[in-house]
Nanobody
Framework: QAQLVESGGGLVQPGGSLGLSCAASGLNLDYTSIGWFRQGPGKEREGVSCIASSTGGTFYKNSVKGRFTISRDNEKDTVYLQMNSLKPEDTGVYYC???????????????????WGQGTQVTVSS
């Protein structure tokens, strides 16, 4: 079964860190990028970061640049999102997904993404 499974969310205080994982199974990741999206309470889903499976090229939304780091382990078909210096506005359900093409701002905005994982909750609160 083709799927993406996220893990690693939780509750953390402002300024803390969390690491998320996105494990792919039954998927051909050639010529694709993997993206992390999030949806905060009362907000629309937004693209946060992405990584190209073949080249490792990355892109970050401005609000997370310098705080989040995306990486991949192609042998394990897993993509990671290390989140540091977390802020309350980072709260939301984090999803991973994939699409063909090279990671970048246009890819995050215009891609036809599937499948989507079930999401993992990240809550930043004191």
């Amino acid at each position: 079964q083709a799927q993406l499974v996220e893990s690693g969310g939780g509750l953390v205080q402002p300024g803390g860190s969390l690491g998320l994982s996105c494990a792919a199974s039954g998927l051909n990741l050639d010529y694709t990028s993997i993206g992390w999206f999030r949806q905060g309470p009362g907000k629309e889903r937004e693209g946060v970061s992405c990584i190209a499976s073949s080249t490792g090229g990355t892109f970050y939304k401005n609000s997370v640049k310098g705080r989040f780091t995306i990486s991949r382990d192609n042998e394990k078909d897993t993509v990671y999102l290390q989140m540091n210096s977390l802020k309350p506005e980072d709260t939301g359900v984090y999803y991973c997904t994939k699409d063909l093409g090279w990671c970048g701002s246009s890819w995050l905005e215009l891609g036809t993404f599937e499948p989507w994982g079930q999401g993992t909750q990240v809550t930043v609160s004191s």
